[in-house]
């Protein structure tokens, strides 16, 4: 059945990722994958449900992509750091996300989104959840049309 009305609720243009970050070993940093995105969008939400920290543990959220000329380039997404707690202390916790308007926030289609887990300590396996805005209805994931 075609789309006859090509404009899209809000909920309809957002997109979930739910990943699990494997358990580091104490003074371990690791970066896991959590999606490559098959098209642009914008990030609009970030949560961790960490389980077993001890020690200081902080997570950052960073975008790797291909710049042509220059190769891989990964970004830091600024003032996404968060010192994980158990959530048993204070249940889930989200990321502070730049404003959608900063190119920060925007990923492109093959952008690879990661956390940086810089363990102090130690974590176990913890579940984090993605959530993308598509910049356009009508998508072509990784330049797919049909």
Do not use: E, W
């Amino acid at each position: 059945m075609a789309i006859v009305n090509r404009n899209l609720d809000a909920t309809q243009q957002m997109d979930v990722y739910n990943c699990t970050i494997p358990t580091t070993a104490a003074g371990a940093s690791v970066m896991v994958n959590l999606a490559m995105m098959p098209y642009a969008g914008t990030l609009k939400a970030f949560t961790v449900h960490a389980l077993g920290v001890s020690g200081a543990v902080v997570g950052s959220l960073a975008i790797s992509r291909f710049v042509a000329g220059a190769g891989l380039t990964t970004i830091i997404v600024a003032g996404a750091s968060l010192a994980l707690v158990n959530v048993g202390t204070s249940g889930p916790q989200a990321f502070t996300l730049p404003a959608s308007s900063s190119t920060l926030a925007q990923v492109a289609q093959g952008d690879v989104v990661s956390m940086l887990v810089l363990a102090g300590n130690n974590i176990l396996a913890s579940q984090v959840c993605l959530v993308v805005k598509a910049l356009q209805d009508i998508k072509s994931p990784l330049g797919l049309t049909s």
